[in-house]
C-alpha cells in the first residue's frame, strides 16, 4: 500500500492533479470534526510576519519562519526568536493587522457548508490568539487555539514574550485529541488541514491529514493532499460532488 501510494503521489506531481488514497470503510463517512491551522491555510497570511511588517522587523522575522514551516529550525526556538524582535511594539497593531487579513478562497464557503453538514470546526494556530479569536469568529467555528502575547504592565506594548504553553507542533496534536475527546469523537472521524511543517503531527493524528498547498515536506508526509486554490475541495476528498456542493452552498 505504501508503494502504491508513493507511486500515485509521482503521478499526480506528474500531471499537476490530485490524488487522495483513503481506506473506504464506515469512518470515511462518518466524519465530525475539522481541525485547521490558521497561517496560509484559513487565511493567506502568515500573522507574524504581518505583524513584523507594522514593526519594522519584517524581513527579519520572515526569514525565520521560512525556515521553521521548512523544518528547518524547531518551531518552539523559532516562535521565541521571532516574538523576541517584537519587543516593544504597540497592541495596536493586532487591530490593524485584522484589518488586512485575507481568507483563503473557499474558507468561508467550506466552514458553512460544513456547518450545515453537522460538523464541529477548530483553528489549532502556532499564531496568536487575538487574530485566532478574530478567524473563530468570521468563519462561525467551534474552537480556538493559539500563542498568548505577554503585554507590558501598562497593558500599551507587547514584551517580546510568549505566556503559556507553546502551540507548537506536538501541542497543535494534544490539542487535536482534547478536542475530540470533549466532542465525545473517535480519532477516525477526525480530520486536519495545514500546510506546514509544525502542523504534521495533527496531520497524522487525524484519520485523515491534508496538506493543503504545503511544503515539499508535508507534502511527502501527508497522507493526502490538496494543490487547489479553494478549500472547497475538502469536501471532494469526503465524497461530496460539485452537484452536492451547490446544493449545500445554496441560501448562503
Known sequence: MSA????????????????????DDVYRKNKRLVVFDMDSTLIYQEVI?????HAGVVEQVSAITEAAMNGEIDFKES??????????????????????LTFTEGARFLCRALKKLG???????GGFMPLALYVKAELGLDYAFANQLEVSSDGL??????????????????????????????LK??????????DLWMLNKASLGIAFNAKPRV?????????????????TLLGYSEQDMEELGANN
Do not use: C, H, M, W
Open 119 to 125: 460538523f464541529k470546526l477548530a483553528v489549532i494556530s
Open 49 to 53: 510576519d504581518e505583524i513584523a511588517r
Open 157 to 186: 506594548t507587547l514584551t517580546g514574550k510568549t505566556i503559556g504553553p507553546i502551540v507548537d507542533g506536538i501541542r497543535k496534536a494534544e490539542l487535536l485529541d482534547v478536542i475530540a475527546q470533549a466532542e465525545g469523537l473517535s
Open 79 to 100: 516562535l521565541r526568536r521571532r516574538v523576541a524582535l517584537l519587543n516593544g511594539t504597540s497592541v495596536g497593531v493586532l487591530e490593524n493587522v485584522k484589518q488586512i
Open 219 to 235: 507534502q511527502e508526509q501527508a497522507r493526502a493532499r490538496i494543490n487547489q486554490k479553494s478549500l472547497k475541495y475538502v469536501l
Open 4 to 23: 502504491l501510494r508513493t507511486e500515485l503521489i509521482g503521478l499526480s506531481t506528474s500531471y499537476g492533479t490530485d490524488i487522495a488514497f483513503q481506506r
Open 189 to 198: 472521524q477526525v480530520i486536519a488541514v495545514g500546510d506546514g511543517a509544525n
